[in-house]
């Protein structure tokens, strides 16, 4: 079980090597980290985008180009799809967000002639390594789906259990957050944790599987506060995968937990094909270091 996000750069390092593409490469930021995950060996890449920026980029930086294959495609819709149908062609294992808006990669990403597609809900999964906290904590959705359904709800937790399974953990235990543990039909947040606590009971999340709800952030996260509230539950303290209630919830959640919390993450989008790595350009190079390798290691995983 990988529990700190250097270990998952090792793990990255040590498994088959998966080929990254990377969608409109025209970035300073993210030629950084593809640079450094190149040196690192823990990817081969492709880069699709304006070769003639990507060019003068690369000389900045100082990325030997000749060790990557540049696929020239200036227009960014064409980059996105050229992009996802190398993937869908076997070129590639995986992709990643450069210079161009996420709404663009999306819609190549669920075309339905050449995209990666599956049945499956896409949703932003976000892995963060606290200084507070013993193990790897997976935060999801913060950064897609605005005010998920129960349903959407089920697909983001399907998600981020693939991500928890990837990392290697054995038992995997879910904290459906919301302000209180009571349920009130006042608060859907309450009523929905519920309902999801009594799914995995009824085995549709799978065997090793514990999804506690409606639960408040600091009973999912600590047993000291279970403890004196008086709240049993296997997933006291020992939260693996936070389920909030809507974005405004998992933003504020993982900004805090970066901003105010000295954590470290990688983000990916799951229930394509394969992992979308998706970043914020106010995100550090070391987090789209680890995202490429949380992208990496699953990409493994599936193959």
Do not use: W
Not at 101 to 128: C, F, P, Q, W
Not at 166 to 190: D, F, H, Q, R, Y
């Amino acid at each position: 079980m990988i529990k700190k996000l250097e270990e998952l750069v090792q793990q990255a390092q040590g498994q088959k090597k998966m080929k990254l593409v990377v969608a409109a490469a025209q970035d300073k930021d993210v030629l950084l980290a593809v640079k450094e995950a190149h040196e690192l060996n823990l990817i081969d890449v492709i880069l699709v985008g304006d070769e003639s920026k990507i060019r003068e980029i690369a000389e900045e930086i100082e990325v030997n180009l000749e060790d990557f294959r540049v696929i020239h495609k200036e227009d960014l819709v064409e980059a996105a799809l050229t992009s996802v149908q190398l993937v869908s062609a076997g070129e590639a294992d995986f992709v990643m967000k450069g210079l161009l808006d996420t709404s663009i990669l999306l819609k190549a990403v669920l075309n339905k002639e050449v995209g990666l597609r599956t049945n499956n809900l896409l949703s932003h999964v976000m892995v963060y390594e606290m200084p507070t906290y013993h193990k790897l904590l997976l935060l999801s959705d913060g950064g897609m789906l605005i005010d998920p359904s129960l349903e959407e709800k089920k697909g983001i937790i399907d998600n981020a259990i693939t991500v928890a399974k990837a990392l290697g953990n054995k038992e995997i235990k879910v904290a459906c957050i919301s302000a209180k543990e009571k349920v009130n039909e006042k608060m859907p947040s309450t009523v929905d944790g519920a309902k999801l606590k009594e799914m995995c009971q009824n085995g549709v999340f799978g065997e090793d599987v514990y999804v506690e709800g409606p639960i408040a952030f600091d009973l999912a996260v600590s047993k000291e506060a279970a403890a004196i509230k008086g709240f049993n539950s296997p997933v006291s303290g020992e939260a693996d995968i936070l389920l909030v209630p809507t974005i405004e919830v998992g933003n504020g959640i993982g900004k805090a937990l970066t901003y105010m919390g000295n954590g470290k993450s990688a983000g990916v989008i799951m229930g394509a094909k394969v992992p979308v790595v998706l970043v914020s350009r106010a995100d550090s190079a070391e987090t789209k270091l680890f995202s490429i390798a949380l992208g990496s290691v699953i990409s493994a995983k599936n193959n």
